[in-house]
């Protein structure tokens, strides 16, 4: 990288959200900003950023990554789908407006949910489960949080529990819990270790939850425009009718 680039480049980030870059000259750096949490895997693990700040050596190295690595991230359905879901004419819902907040360190617990090898498991959930490429992890955002009753319409519980499901060793852990106000309406997977939670509350102002196993780390994007409208309904019911489960008119 020009010296005289990167004096620039870093200047930038140091004055800047995170999302200043990926509106004015680079398209890719919201995701690539999700890539670096992939890039570091490789080095040796040290501690989380408290400011959510990056430094010069990290910036240079967003700077050159292959913008084609992480494309797809804003096309991946899952997200625009979830975007377009929380449109309104007044303010759009868009990238533009998440903004980084700092680092948090993953913590793993006992989760409550039966995994699909167990006996007692579900088949009901089967379909919703959200596996990673290589078919050795999945997560499970729903059988914490809604069940069917005798009529076979979805009933939901006041609280949700997420839980990731590691086939090989075994193991459920609960990653994160939700109280009634606010929930998770998706998720998808960036790779083999790491994956985001779209999350939504009835303030109206969506996050993105983005988790590095391998780091230990998550990263929080916040929506910041507070003048967005309380909502009217959930993707998270949208998601469900669309898979054949009956709701509660």
Not at 3 to 14: D, P, T
Not at 223 to 237: A, C, F, G, M, V
Request: hydrophobic share 35%.
């Amino acid at each position: 990288m020009k010296s005289g680039i990167r004096i620039k480049l870093v200047k930038e980030f140091n004055e800047k959200p995170l999302i200043y870059l990926y509106m004015k000259k680079f398209p890719f750096v919201l995701a690539t900003a999700f890539t670096f949490l992939i890039s570091c895997d490789e080095k040796k693990d040290e501690n989380i950023n408290s400011t959510g700040l990056l430094n010069q050596e990290e910036i240079e190295e967003i700077a050159e990554e292959e913008a084609s690595q992480f494309a797809g991230f804003e096309s991946n359905e899952t997200l625009k789908n979830w975007l377009e879901f929380y449109k309104n004419a007044q303010t759009p819902l868009n990238l533009s407006n998440f903004t980084l907040k700092p680092n948090r360190k993953l913590e793993l617990k006992e989760g409550h949910i039966k995994a699909n090898y167990e006996p007692g498991f579900d088949s009901t959930y089967e379909p919703f489960l959200i596996y990673n490429p290589s078919k050795t992890m999945y997560l499970d955002i729903d059988s914490y949080n809604w069940f069917l009753d005798k009529e076979g319409v979805a009933q939901f519980d006041a609280d949700s529990e997420i839980n990731l499901v590691n086939i090989n060793d075994k193991t459920v852990s609960r990653i994160a819990f939700y109280g009634p106000s606010s929930w998770v309406d998706d998720a998808f997977w960036m790779s083999d270790s790491v994956f985001v939670l779209l999350e939504n509350n009835y303030e109206n102002l969506p996050s993105l939850q983005v988790y590095n196993l391998k780091k230990k780390m998550i990263s929080t994007y916040n929506y910041s425009d507070s003048t967005r409208n309380r909502i009217p309904t959930k993707y998270l019911k949208k998601r469900l009718a669309d898979k054949g489960i009956k709701l509660t008119p």
